[in-house]
């Protein structure tokens, strides 16, 4: 795999949380995924697309990281998944694919982004585009997790058929 199209992915969410959260998101070891089913109750879900390059991103929340993003978000304390949360996951999801589509015009790949998806419910499914291979980035918000999940085809190709573990974390603002 190369790391080329894994660190936009990565940027992206950093400066996304850092910038709305006003907190350092912690990058944990990326791994492969073997399954459709979420590890959250609530997941924001863009396709994004272009001649040469399509994929998936898929940023996925436990209830309680949730609802912690939403607090350093908005300022609103809630004790369940509301309209304006999964709004708020939406929005989240989009800025991601959106500094990451900033990226990828760098590295010639430009593409365009659907509508976010919201899906809520524990043990939900997550299905991703072509049958590519799925990269988990996990992360911690605050101590919370919360999962990036991208699958995407470059020219053809799966860049993450192999080695995610050679991902970088950004440098720190």
């Known amino acids: 795999m190369n790391v080329k199209y894994v660190n936009p992915f990565v940027k992206s969410v950093y400066n996304a949380i850092k910038t709305m959260m006003n907190v350092a998101p912690e990058r944990l070891a990326p791994h492969m995924k073997d399954h459709n089913k979420a590890q959250g109750d609530i997941s924001g879900i863009v396709g994004f697309a272009a001649r040469n390059i399509y994929g998936t991103l898929a940023v996925s929340f436990p209830k309680e990281t949730a609802l912690k993003a939403f607090k350093l978000m908005v300022g609103d304390q809630v004790e369940n998944i509301t309209d304006d949360v999964r ?36 043990n939900h499914t997550i299905s991703h585009k072509g049958g590519t291979p799925v990269l988990v980035i996990p992360f911690k918000l605050d101590g919370h997790p919360f999962r990036v999940e991208v699958s995407m085809k470059v020219e053809g190709k799966a860049p993450f058929a192999e080695g995610a573990e050679n991902a970088k974390e950004p440098a720190k603002a």
């Open 87 to 122: 709004d708020s996951v939406g929005e989240l999801a989009n800025i991601v694919i959106g500094g990451a589509k900033q990226e990828f015009v760098t590295l010639g790949l430009p593409f365009d982004i659907s509508i976010p998806t919201v899906v809520v419910g524990h």
